[in-house]
């Protein structure tokens, strides 16, 4: 089962008929035009392929190639593809990607601060497990920092790799995203800790409407991110009503990493290094961790595994 065909035009029309609505009802509408537009270079441009090796790779190839041709790269050029040969995600983990699943990258061109842009991997992932929802997968949550679970089995990985432009030297964040949507047929060496959603719903997800409100959520969250930036710069506080860094709090709500006994590491599968209680998320992201010797830390790279 392929994507059929994604367009900027699509993407855009189902921001304004479904995602500003949805958002006009907890946020005054000109405050959530203001954030949309914000994040509107989501999709500014769509590459649709059959089969791609790897999304990663293919959006290098894409910034190399405008860069040696002097023409500048778009911030939110899209590569999606109905499968990859040679996905893989962190570190040398293989990532199945056959067909039924949303398999892409974007390129995102690094205009915000170095602050704002440790939250990205979170605006990412609380775009995922709001796509989700929306599909009906009440039980999804995140695990720091952006692993997305149904009932403690992973339905979506988000990648996130930094590039520099061979001849601009510009700075670019690459995102890449798997999810497994209809998808069922797992490798025996993932089959018990991998899940799809058509698995979880006991029905076929329609590929497009999933991929536009996926698009339509990240759309939402980036604009915040730099909504929530422009208005610490501008006026010295966050936006009106908001105690806390909106991107933050909203993936407190749909985690529960927070209070739980986890084992941490960098490469945590092979190279664990110690078990703590989580006792919080930093406004940058960081993971706050209490460990067994009562003493406290900050982690802002590696991954955790429940205990």
Known sequence: MSIPPLTPDLLRRYIKEVELPERSASVPQPEAETILRKGGFVGSSIEHR????????????????????????????????????????????????????????MVYVSTVLPQTRLLLPFAVGVACCEALHRTGVDSAELRWVNDVLIDGRKVAGILM????????????????????????????????????VKEYLGRPVDLQTFACCFLAKLTWNIGLLVHVEDCLLSAGNLPAGQPDHPIVARWCLLSKTIGRRVLFGFDVETSPQYQAIVTGISETGGLRLKLDDGSETVEHSGEIRYL
């Not at 090796?53 to 040696?68: C, S, V």
């Not at 670019?172 to 998808?183: A, K, M």
Request: with cysteine.
């Open 50 to 105: 059959a089969v791609m090796g790897r999304a990663m790779d293919q959006a290098r190839t894409h910034i190399n190639r405008r860069e040696r041709d002097n023409v500048s790269v778009s911030s939110g050029a899209l590569f999606l593809a109905d499968q990859l040969s040679s996905s893989k995600g962190r570190f040398i983990r293989q990532w199945h990607a056959p067909l039924g699943g949303l398999w892409g990258a």
């Open 161 to 196: 790799e930094g590039f520099c432009g061979a001849v601009s030297k510009e700075e670019y964040t690459l995102i890449g995203f798997g999810i497994n949507l209809n998808n069922s047929d797992f490798p025996a060496e993932i089959r018990e800790v991998a899940v799809c």
